[in-house]
């Protein structure tokens, strides 16, 4: 599901190859929404969870080299 502030990012067209000035016009009026808008939310998103998912994992890898090794 796109949220509402997303919505604008996403548009669907159809050219044929005769069209070749309607879809520079139209892909130079996405482009400048898109800038408008700035950086995606679902972008920053994204890129928050991976920062999380590493230092969770560095966590974890420390806590495991701070355990002894006990054999039997």
């Known amino acids: 599901m796109v949220g509402k ?11 044929s190859a005769a069209e070749g000035e309607r ?3 139209l892909t130079t009026k996405m482009d400048q929404t ?23 994992a560095a966590a974890k890898a420390a806590k495991a080299k701070e355990k002894p090794v006990t054999g039997k």
């Open 34 to 56: 898109i800038r408008k808008l700035g950086p995606s939310r679902i972008r920053l998103y994204q890129q928050d969870a991976a920062v999380k998912a590493a230092a969770k």
């Open 23 to 25: 879809f520079r016009q």
């Open 5 to 15: 502030e997303e919505r604008e990012r996403i548009q669907m067209m159809f050219f």
